[in-house]
């Protein structure tokens, strides 16, 4: 195997995506790569991911390994520090069956994650899951008990120009399967005409499916820049005693937002401030709701998410898995009543037509003969 291309590297994964293209290399330092990053390597159809760490520790099970396995997407794993810190951005880069060049230089030795490997340590993950699960729970807990006040009091909201009462919202966070489901309720979309809410990545979903978004909200550090001047309207999600890290990008391009201090996610966020400004219905598209999802981005448990599921709970429409429903292929019978459909108002235009009438007569007669009847 000899793979040539360009590295492309970010100490953050989700803020490399949207700089690839498909002759470059990811150059990664991840810890058990998850699904949504995966998908968009594939997506961007990337040579190969080089990793300083490993992409699949046993932990938990998390995704994005086998999605690029099974993808054909090479990754080469635990290259360490030192190797990660030697890459630079646009460096050529030649990896062969041992060993990684750069610049036409050898720097290291080198081991293929295989999807032997991948599924060893999967099923070691799996068997460790329920004690991840006891932390996981334990730990969701904890949090709720500190963070109770997200249900009980009221919100300060930020001002916003874009009036929700008695609209749909539709909230696109950048989760697992958030491209195909958001292509799944386009009909939706464009008949109903949502407000339109990007929490970060999700924003740069909406514009790649044409759509402009609303509202920007998040800590702004996977948006593409494009989504950002496209949108109406940005809302930089900051830490509950008001820092606020993402606001340095934003008028680092000149534009304006406001703060939007809150002890949950982004995606909480986003939630709180449709419910909080009477949408009549919010929809969800790659929303994060299950122990995977959240160890996959890093946390150990989700207590904000519980306690604002249990607030706006009533109002809220997940999209999550629509794409599934519409994957069975066409059965047969299906096709036969389509045809069979089709074919009846044709039949009564042709015994009601005198050409048609005659056509059959002869053809009729023809066979007769033919058969000696």
């Not at 978004?213 to 998040?218: A, H, L, M, S, T």
Request: hydrophobic content about 40%; some cysteine.
């Amino acid at each position: 195997m000899l793979i040539r291309g360009t590295a492309k590297k970010n100490i953050k994964t989700k803020a490399l995506i949207t700089h690839l293209t498909s002759n470059d290399i990811a150059v990664i330092n991840h810890k058990d790569i998850d699904g949504v990053a995966a998908r968009q390597f594939v997506d961007k159809k990337i040579k190969a991911v080089i990793n300083a760490t490993t992409s699949i520790s046993g932990k938990y099970p998390n995704r994005g390994p086998r999605i690029l396995s099974n993808a054909g997407v090479p990754i080469i794993d635990n290259v360490g520090q030192d190797i990660f810190d030697k890459i630079s951005n646009y460096d050529s880069l030649e990896i062969n069956d041992k060993y990684l060049s750069v610049n036409g230089k050898s720097l290291c030795e080198i081991t293929y994650l295989t999807k032997d490997d991948i599924e060893s340590k999967m099923d070691k993950a799996a068997s460790n899951l329920w004690n991840i699960l006891d932390s996981f729970i334990e730990n969701t807990l904890d949090y709720a008990k500190k963070e109770k006040e997200l249900i009980i009091s009221p919100v300060k909201l930020p001002k916003s120009s874009i009036n929700m009462k008695g609209r749909h919202v539709l909230v696109v966070i950048r989760g697992e399967g958030y491209r195909e489901d958001l292509r799944a309720i386009r009909t939706y979309i464009d008949e109903v005409n949502p407000i339109m809410i990007g929490v970060d990545g999700g924003a740069n979903a909406l514009l790649d499916f044409g759509y402009r978004p609303d509202i920007i909200i998040g800590d702004m550090d996977s948006v593409s820049d494009i989504s950002l001047m496209n949108c109406k309207e940005i809302i930089v999600h900051a830490y509950p005693n008001g820092n606020c890290p993402g606001m340095k990008r934003i008028e680092s391009l000149g534009l304006k937002a406001v703060k939007f201090p809150f002890i949950g996610t982004s995606e909480d966020a986003a939630l709180v401030l449709a419910y909080e400004q009477n949408a009549e219905l919010i929809v969800t598209v790659g929303s994060h709701t299950n122990m995977i999802d959240f160890l996959e981005k890093g946390r150990p448990g989700m207590a904000s998410t519980m306690l604002i599921q249990m607030k706006v709970g009533h109002k809220v429409v997940d999209a999550k898995g629509v794409s599934e429903l519409y994957k069975n292929r066409i059965k047969p019978g299906y096709i036969a009543a389509v045809f069979a459909a089709a074919l009846f108002p044709l039949t009564v235009v042709a015994k009601n037509s005198p050409l048609i009438k005659e056509i059959y007569k002869l053809i009729s007669l023809r066979l007769r003969i033919l058969l000696g009847l």
